[in-house]
Nanobody
């Protein structure tokens, strides 16, 4: 099972941007579909979106569509989540894990520590 580490979170103002990274060591991410999830205080974990393993097709939940972008850098063995036009309701701990691309980014891997994103109003 591949181990993933999230990084890049922080405190940002409403409307700001962040780029989160999901890196693996020891194994290539190329063969995995990778999903991003988030958990806000007092709420359950929800899917943000995911990227396919082969053609790099992506899927996003409606709340982030047009604002967030998932991409893959094969040379760096890293998957990114670009967060733009951030809103206070985007405040959460963000996680990445391996997924089944269909249906709708079903998580199948383990969870790491995540990275905190806080959007100030």
């Amino acid at each position: 099972q591949v181990q993933l580490v999230e990084s890049g979170g922080g405190l940002v103002q409403t409307g700001g941007s962040l780029r989160l990274s999901c890196a693996a060591s020891g194994r290539t991410l190329d063969v995995y579909a990778i999903g991003w999830f988030r958990q806000a205080p007092g709420k359950g974990r929800e899917s943000v979106g995911c990227i396919q393993s082969s053609r790099d097709a992506t899927y996003y939940q409606d709340a982030v569509k047009g604002r967030f972008t998932i991409s893959r850098d094969r040379a760096r063995n890293t998957v990114y989540l670009q967060l733009n036009s951030l809103k206070p309701e985007d405040t959460a701990v963000y996680y990445c894990t391996t997924v089944h691309f269909k249906p709708r980014c079903t998580a199948i891997g383990s969870w790491g520590q995540g990275t905190q994103v806080t959007v100030a109003s």
